[in-house]
């Protein structure tokens, strides 16, 4: 009977070790994505960063497909590049700085208010974008279009 005991309580501190242990591993593993991983700050300083740098596939991997579809087509990137470059007037956007200002979340969808401090056709300006992004997988998301921000 205590050898029982004791075979039960050892299986029992076992477990707890077990238990300690993936909580440490598991609470590192966040800390580590926070600071590190892909936030979604991050995530819309690389997708204005293409639009500066004219990498308009990186923008169109990182729209959601839904915001792709036209008249139930999905924009190739062909297509989706084009249209970025009639918003822009055919010239260059000289992105100086960004600045990403968390404004709301609702559940999946997290909204931002982008600065754009830019130069287009040597003048230079500010937009002020409301987006929204979201997490899909391990990938982060931004809606497309954006919309001005008062």
Do not use: C
């Amino acid at each position: 009977m205590r050898e029982r005991f004791m075979l039960w309580g050892a299986a029992a501190g076992g477990a707890t070790l077990i238990f300690v242990v993936a909580v440490g591993v598991y609470a590192a593993y966040s800390w580590y994505q926070q600071r590190y991983g892909p936030t979604v700050e991050r995530a819309l300083q690389i997708y204005f960063t293409a639009l500066g740098d004219g990498e308009y596939d990186v923008m169109y991997e990182m729209t959601p497909n839904a915001d792709l579809m036209v008249l139930g087509r999905k924009l190739s990137q062909r297509d989706f590049a084009t249209r970025i470059e009639e918003l822009l007037g055919g010239e260059e956007i000289e992105i100086d700085e960004i600045e990403v200002e968390r404004i709301a979340q609702r559940g999946e969808y997290y909204y931002f208010r982008v600065s754009l401090h830019y130069r287009l056709g040597g003048t230079g300006k500010v937009a002020h974008l409301l987006v929204e992004a979201r997490i899909e997988g391990e990938d982060w998301r931004v809606t497309y279009p954006f919309t001005p921000s008062l």
